[in-house]
C-alpha cells in the first residue's frame, strides 16, 4: 500500500512557483483552481499580474489582493482589465514592489474581484520571487 501511495504521488504534477528569465522575465504558479503569472519587461519598464481561471470571473470596479502571513499587505486598483471571456484578468504598472513583497514574505496570496475569490499558496515562492526581482536586459538585447 505504501509503495502505491508513493507511485501516486510522484506522478502527480508538483505545483511550484517558476521563475523564467528573458525579456520579459515571467514568474508563474498553477493551481486546480487557478493560474497566476507576473511579467516584467525591464526595456519599458513594466510589470503585469494576470490571473486566470475556468470560469468567467465578477465584473467589478476594483480588483484586489490581499497576502496573508508574516508581512500581511492589502492593495487594490481600479486599472484591472478583464479579458473577452471574463476569465482573466490583468493588472499593469511600472513598479510592483508591494505585490512582490507579499509573495516573497507571505504564506497565501488571495486575488479579490467582486464576490470572487482566488487564493494562492505561497509555499516555494520566495527563491522565485528573489530571482524575478533581479530580472534585467539580457547583454545584447
Not at 509503495?3 to 521563475?19: D, Q, Y
Not at 510589470?47 to 465584473?59: A, E, G, K, V
Amino acid at each position: 500500500m505504501r509503495t502505491l501511495i508513493a507511485l501516486t504521488l510522484l506522478a502527480t504534477p508538483a505545483a511550484a512557483w517558476e521563475f523564467t528569465p528573458g525579456l520579459p522575465c515571467v514568474l508563474a504558479h498553477s493551481t486546480p483552481q487557478a493560474e497566476i503569472e507576473l511579467t516584467y519587461d525591464p526595456t519599458q519598464p513594466l510589470y503585469t499580474l494576470t490571473i486566470r481561471q475556468d470560469r468567467p470571473f465578477d465584473s467589478a470596479p476594483v480588483f484586489a489582493m490581499r497576502f496573508d502571513g508574516d508581512l500581511p499587505i492589502s492593495i487594490a486598483t481600479d486599472r484591472h482589465v478583464p479579458s473577452r471571456d471574463g476569465r482573466s484578468v490583468t493588472v499593469q504598472d511600472r513598479g510592483f514592489g508591494n505585490v512582490l513583497n507579499g509573495l516573497q514574505y507571505n504564506t497565501t496570496a488571495t486575488a479579490i474581484l467582486g464576490a470572487a475569490e482566488v487564493t494562492f499558496p505561497l509555499a516555494g515562492a520566495s527563491e522565485p520571487v528573489a530571482a524575478f526581482r533581479a530580472c534585467r536586459p539580457e547583454a545584447g538585447v
